[in-house]
C-alpha cells in the first residue's frame, strides 16, 4: 500500500454523490435523532453539516436555529436550495467554513448546548482539531456528540466473493488520502485528548436485509460509496480495474438473494465540557 497522502475529501460533490448522500440522511437520520434525544430549547452547532438535512432535523426537534458549518461552497449552496424547497430556511444558518475554525461570532463561543458532527473526523488527518473547537464551542457542561464511521464493522451475509477484497480496497482509499477508516473506535479517546468528560460510548444501526422496503437503498449506498472511491482505488493500486468490477457484480447479485443482509453501525461518542 502506498504511503498516505495529504488529507483529502474522497467521496466528492458531483451530483450522483449529493443524490448518494441524500439518501444517506433518510436512511440515518431518525436514528441519529433517536441518540440525540434533544429536548427542546437546544442552542445547536452542527459541523460538517453537507447538505444540511440533519442540521433541519435537528432545528425541528430543538425548534432553535441551527448553526450549520461545512467547507464545500457547493453543499452549503445546495443545502440552501432544499432548505429553501421545504420552506424551511429559517431553521439553519448555513455559513461556509472550516470545522477546525468555525466561522462564529467572539458571543457565540462557549454559547451553544450541543455541538455535533456526523461523517467529518474520518475524512481529515488532525481531527483533534475539530473536537477542540466543538469543546470550546459548547458552554460548561454543554454536550460535543461525534458520530463517525468505524468501516471495518461491515458485515454481509451470506458474503459475497470477492466483497472482503474490495472493502479493505476502499478502505484503503482513506488511508491513501490520509484519512482515518476506523475513526469510530477512536471518538472517545479523541473527547479525552480535547478536554471534554466522556458520557456515553453507542452506536447507530445502520443495516437491513432482503424484504425489507428501506433494502434496496441500502444496497444503493453501498455500491455509491464504492464506485465513488474507484478512482482513488485505481490511483494507489489497491485492487485492479477487473477485480473491482467483479467485485460489484457479485455484490449487486449478492442484493437479489432472499436471506441477503447487511449489518453497520455507526459509532457514537458523547462528552461533556467540564463545568
Do not use: K
Not at 458571543?107 to 473536537?131: I, K, Q, S, Y
Request: hydrophobic content about 45%; some cysteine; overall charge negative.
Amino acid at each position: 500500500m502506498s504511503q498516505p497522502g495529504p488529507s483529502a475529501y474522497l467521496h466528492g460533490t458531483t451530483p450522483p454523490e449529493q443524490d448518494r448522500l441524500s439518501l444517506l440522511n433518510d436512511l440515518l437520520n431518525a436514528g441519529s435523532l433517536r441518540e440525540l434525544g434533544l429536548r427542546g430549547g437546544e442552542r445547536i452547532l452542527d459541523l460538517g453539516s453537507g447538505l444540511g438535512q440533519l442540521a433541519r432535523a435537528m432545528a425541528r426537534a430543538a425548534g432553535t436555529r441551527v448553526v450549520a458549518i461545512e467547507r464545500s461552497a457547493e453543499q452549503v449552496a445546495d443545502a440552501a436550495r432544499r432548505a429553501e424547497r421545504a420552506g424551511e430556511s429559517a431553521l439553519v444558518d448555513f455559513r461556509l467554513g472550516d470545522a477546525t475554525l468555525p466561522p462564529l461570532r467572539e458571543d457565540e463561543w462557549g454559547a451553544f448546548d450541543v455541538a455535533h458532527t456526523r461523517f467529518l473526523l474520518e475524512h481529515l488527518r488532525e481531527p483533534l482539531a475539530v473536537v477542540r473547537s466543538m469543546v470550546r464551542a459548547v458552554r460548561p457542561g454543554g454536550r460535543i456528540v461525534l458520530e463517525d464511521d468505524d468501516h471495518d464493522l461491515m458485515r454481509l451475509h451470506p458474503e459475497p466473493p470477492g466483497f472482503a477484497r474490495l472493502w479493505q480496497a476502499y478502505q484503503g482509499s482513506y488511508v491513501h488520502l490520509g484519512n482515518d477508516p476506523l475513526i469510530g473506535r477512536r471518538l472517545v479517546g479523541l473527547l479525552v485528548e480535547a478536554g471534554a468528560e466522556p458520557v456515553r460510548n453507542s452506536c447507530v444501526f445502520f443495516g437491513s436485509c432482503a424484504g425489507a422496503p428501506q433494502f434496496p437503498a441500502y444496497v444503493a449506498n453501498l455500491i455509491g460509496v464504492i464506485e465513488g472511491a474507484r478512482a482513488v482505488i485505481a490511483d494507489a493500486g489497491l485492487l485492479d480495474a477487473a477485480d473491482f468490477d467483479r467485485a460489484l457484480a457479485t455484490l449487486r447479485d449478492w442484493s437479489r438473494l432472499p436471506a441477503a443482509a447487511l449489518w453497520y453501525a455507526v459509532a457514537w461518542a458523547e462528552g461533556r465540557r467540564a463545568a
